[in-house]
């Protein structure tokens, strides 16, 4: 059974490589891995048991649930144009909103971009707050060709508007239009760490377009080892880095967005336990979980699948179940 932990000790022993987490995350990957539950049955009178394969970072199901997200989150957002794309007055160039992408300098440590890319984001947005105010966030990290990781956000200012200018640039006998920032020094300085690109947004919902198209790069392989997209994941699988985040007021719409979905009082069931009819959903009131079962030990559904007692019973028998004790308070209601 390939685990993370079992990766870690590798890249322990043996040194840190990309090629070694990322064969360990394609083995990792398409491993299945089940989450049993039980509850009490009223209408029976006795314990039913369920199963649901658990989401997986790279998987097709975390993809489609990481881009829902982000996809609820963008048409929560309130939007605001601040001028006409494909304007080419300077006088009309100017938005709250800009797009920046940051890179690191290839003298430092390839692991080290991963391990302190967090704190040295929130060391840049910090010193760019403390000049321009107040500014909301939304970032991704990506794996570049090489493996070193480098960042994507979308910065909204609260209490600035910035001033820039349309730069045309010919690609593949195509025109793109884009529009830097006038001022750039105070985002390369806070920056520090290699190359940082600044553009601005003409739109609060174009801003969203822009990083969505990098996001979903890091989200779904298709299990391609050379694929720069599974070294994300893998890196980021091995590092615990969330795929994105959002600061200041897009976290309370994002946190409310959440709480909103989860709670919903049509929904009797968490939204990722998926039932075939209405009388399924009231027959047990309360799903607990019950343990984990990894492997091709059995060949169950993806989605929400009812089992007789015996079936589980055989499972521990043979001590596929694993029951860690740390769980046994957690729950899913269907209230």
Not at 26 to 50: M, T
Not at 84 to 90: A, H, N, P, Q, V
Not at 242 to 268: E, P, T
Request: glycine share 6%; charged share 30%; hydrophobic share 40%.
């Amino acid at each position: 059974m390939v685990s993370l932990a079992e990766c870690r000790s590798a890249v322990a022993c043996y040194g840190f490589s990309v090629e070694t987490l990322v064969d360990y995350y394609l083995q990792w990957v398409v491993e299945p891995f089940y989450v049993i539950v039980s509850g009490w049955n009223g209408f029976k009178k006795d314990f039913q048991y369920a199963s649901f394969a658990s989401v997986k970072r790279g998987d097709e199901r975390y993809a489609r649930r990481v881009m829902h997200k982000f996809r609820n989150l963008s048409d929560e957002m309130k939007d605001k144009v601040f001028f006409t794309f494909g304007e080419r007055d300077r006088s009309k160039i100017e938005s709250r909103v800009v797009f920046a992408s940051l890179t690191y300098d290839r003298k430092m440590n390839l692991e080290d971009t991963w391990r302190f890319v967090g704190k040295d984001f929130n060391r840049w947005i910090t010193r760019l707050r403390k000049r321009f105010g107040k500014i909301d966030v939304v970032r991704c990290f990506e794996s570049q060709v090489d493996g070193y990781c480098h960042i994507h956000a979308v910065l909204l200012f609260k209490e600035t508007k910035l001033r820039g200018f349309r730069w045309d640039k010919f690609k593949n006998g195509h025109r793109i239009i884009t529009y830097r920032v006038d001022n750039v020094e105070p985002f390369k300085v806070a920056w520090g760490g290699g190359f940082s690109d600044v553009q601005l947004c003409h739109s609060v919902k174009g801003a969203f377009r822009y990083i969505s198209k990098y996001l979903v790069k890091t989200v779904y392989a298709d299990g391609e080892e050379g694929n720069p997209v599974t070294k994300t994941l893998a890196l980021s699988w091995f590092f615990h880095k969330r795929v994105f985040s959002v600061s200041g007021d897009i976290a309370k719409v994002y946190s409310d967005l959440i709480f909103s979905l989860n709670s919903n009082s049509n929904s009797f069931v968490p939204y990722f336990l998926l039932f075939d009819g209405s009388k399924l959903e009231c027959e047990v009131a309360k799903w607990h979980l019950y343990g984990f079962l990894k492997g091709d030990h059995v060949k169950w559904k993806k989605n929400f699948q009812l089992h007789d007692r015996s079936e589980i019973d055989r499972l521990e028998d043979e001590g596929l179940i694993d029951r860690p004790e740390r769980f046994s308070y957690a729950s899913f209601s269907a209230a």
